[in-house]
């Protein structure tokens, strides 16, 4: 294709092996070789100069079609070289500022590499990589659940209304992720030791729903410190009477069994170092 292409742009077979670095012996066999394909003449010569016949001009169509395709693809390929991928699952209590320190500290020092970014609950994701389907996850656990290696602690945060919503001898209204998840249990748990009562008013995998229906009244819930910091919109409480202290979660680290690679281990480098700053 290559070849019919500067045939008809030069006029020549000279300077179509000019163009394509080849001898006019080795054109002139491509030219053969294709017009025995097609069964049909594809050039002719007029005036010193070599036309394409109508059948040489159907076929020059697709020819540009398929060069110009091939050119991309070796555009891509010759520019974009990466050194292979991480499929990375992380928690919805992973904060947006972490993952963008993790992000960027990747970037800098693993450039031509592929990132492949899920979330969803812990339980989900550990299935998946136990399957083969993740290569890294960062859950959430309980203290001292030792369900990995432990990458960073933080303290939970009641996060909603307090004071128009917790009321002695009152049911809580709860905001919660859907069962089975670590968050959920814990605010069942924490409530019912200090003798709470509770109802779950909304529930939703969506985190900007949760935070949507607790700025709307619906309810309280418990988010890790490091996503409720900066977020003015999102009424939470640091310290309080109304509630028990609600302690603190945990997110560790899992790799893939099945894939526990060099290319692994520098990501779990990466992600260790962003999640132990301060």
């Known amino acids: 294709m290559h070849m019919l292409v500067y045939l008809h742009e030069e006029g020549s077979i000279s300077g179509a092996a000019k163009c394509m670095h080849l001898t006019q012996q080795a054109v002139s066999a491509q030219l053969k070789r294709l017009e025995e394909l097609v069964g049909r003449p594809l050039v002719s010569r007029q005036n010193q100069r070599m036309e394409l016949t109508p059948d040489g001009e159907v076929i020059l169509l697709a020819a540009r079609k398929m060069v110009d395709i091939a050119n991309r693809i070796r555009y891509q390929f010759s520019n974009t070289t990466l ?6 699952g992380f928690t919805q209590g992973f904060s947006l500022p972490m993952l963008f320190a993790l992000l960027s500290e990747l970037r800098r020092v693993q450039p031509r590499l ?9 339980s989900q994701l550990l299935a998946k990589l136990e399957a083969g389907g993740l290569d890294v996850v960062l859950g959430a656990q309980a203290d001292g659940n030792a369900q990995g290696e432990v990458m960073r602690r933080e303290r939970l945060v009641w996060v909603g209304d307090l004071h128009h919503l917790v009321r002695p001898g009152m049911s809580i209204p709860l905001v919660v992720l859907p069962a089975p998840t670590f968050i959920r249990e ?15 008013h909304f529930e939703s995998d969506d985190p900007a729903s949760l935070r949507t229906a607790i700025r709307s009244g619906w309810g309280i819930s418990l988010f890790n410190e490091e ?4 977020d003015f919109t999102l009424p939470h409480a ?3 009477t109304l509630l028990p ?23 779990a480098t990466v992600l260790r170092k962003v999640l132990n700053r301060p």
Do not use: Q
């Open 114 to 122: 592929e990132v492949r970014c899920e979330t969803g609950r812990t």
């Open 238 to 240: 640091m310290e309080t």
């Open 186 to 200: 814990h605010i069942f748990d924490t409530l019912s030791s200090a003798g709470h009562k509770w109802t779950v």
């Open 83 to 88: 050194d292979g991928f991480v499929r990375f």
């Open 245 to 267: 202290f609600p302690g603190h979660v945990e997110f560790f680290m899992r790799y893939n069994p099945l894939r526990n690679d060099a290319l692994i281990r520098s990501f």
């Open 227 to 230: 996503t409720v910091l900066g």
